[in-house]
């Protein structure tokens, strides 16, 4: 049955803000998030600054330290189904600062935009959370659902302390969610128009042909490994890996790195390297993609060596009730009518979908993610804070119903 959502309008939302049931607003907290230099996996403060603040609200804070990974998972109440949010604190490095307009961890508004390493990915969203969770157990507290925060601070490194580990420890502890929404930001060209509850999962590849090295006047002394490499790689551009299916797009492979280099211009290297990533689609699998690779390979007269990174499988979310909310909120306020994709990189999602849980990602526009000069509009910021803030209160409606 379609929920029935009552969106706060503006005027709605500076009432609460007058009468004080507004606990945050989502800006001053992205200030705040952004000037915490937490490059992955250094949080600098940035998730205790986040603690001290859920702790206002009364949430148990389990504190969850792997290797040097900083992680935390907090809970809010004792009884209904458990929502999670799910997020980040970590964030790429600024790279060239000399290309940004201003200090990338000193927050700027100009044009009506924040402008600071993280503002779109992801602190803009985790900012969002808080203060949504903030509005809303002021207007009910005592709500009928239980509310979960689960931030990590290894998503943008090797994410294998992150969420994975937690993830594990909800399994041990016997916290399983009903619904968990991650705030990666998945609106593409506009805000809303994109909602993600899936991914395509991602392997890659790195080859080492080995040939002889020699003077490039006597190739019969030598056996140049760049000539065996170049139809292996056109063979695997051309693979049909597979056709995909109706929810994920076909199976693609991109070259990301060749090099050879003998040191000179007149010298037939001795050996060759290439490297190549696959996003793939739940038609195929890793061993799948493995196997027609090495029989290319072993159909080549050279030695050779292969090294795989098999970073994610994909996975599939079929949407529920909380995708439900977030797409009916969209077409009836922002009318925006989202679609539903599992394209783009690898995130958290994949860790989350062991919960056997309905895992949603929703967040702010992506146009300048790892960019320099990243930034996110203040009404995206301002939507992205109401759509939170929604979703718990019909989440709230829905499961006093059951």
Known sequence: MPLKTKFLDNNEIQNVIMTKQMKWESIDLLKDLISFRSITPDDKGCQN?????????????????????????????????????????DVVPAGNKSEWDSDPFEPQIRDD???????????GSIAAMLAAVGTFLKLYPESSIRIG???????????????????????????????????EPTSSLIFGDTIKNGRRGSITGKVVLKGKQ???????????????????????????WDNGDSNFPKTS???????????????????????FNLRFSPETSAEKIKNKVIKELEGSKFKFEIFWTH??????SEPGTLAETIEKTLIEKLKISPKFSMGGGTSD??????????????????QSIHKTNENISLSELSNLEKIYLHTLIELHNHAAKI
């Open 49 to 89: 600054y986040l603690i001290e603040k859920l702790r206002e609200l009364e949430f148990e804070i389990q504190i969850l330290k792997y290797g040097d990974v900083p992680n935390f998972f907090a809970l809010k109440g004792t009884q209904g189904p458990l929502f999670v949010f799910a997020g980040h604190t």
């Open 149 to 183: 925060l689960l931030i990590t601070g290894d998503e943008e490194g090797k994410a294998e302390n992150g969420t994975k580990k937690v993830v594990d420890w909800l399994i041990d502890s016997n916290i399983f969610p009903t619904w968990c929404l991650v705030g």
């Open 113 to 123: 935009r924040l402008f600071g390493r993280g503002a779109s990915d992801m602190k």
């Open 253 to 275: 492979i991109q070259i990301v790195n060749i090099n050879s280099d003998a040191g000179a211009d007149n010298i037939i290297p001795g050996d060759i390297s290439f490297q």
């Open 214 to 240: 020699g003077h490039v006047a006597y190739p019969d002394n030598a056996s140049n490994p760049i000539h065996s490499a170049i139809p292996i790689i056109n063979r695997l551009l051309r693979e049909k």
């Open 349 to 366: 999602g994949r860790f989350l979908k062991k919960l056997e849980c309905e895992v949603i990602e929703f967040g702010p526009t992506n």
């Open 311 to 316: 970073s994610a499988d994909p996975f599939y």
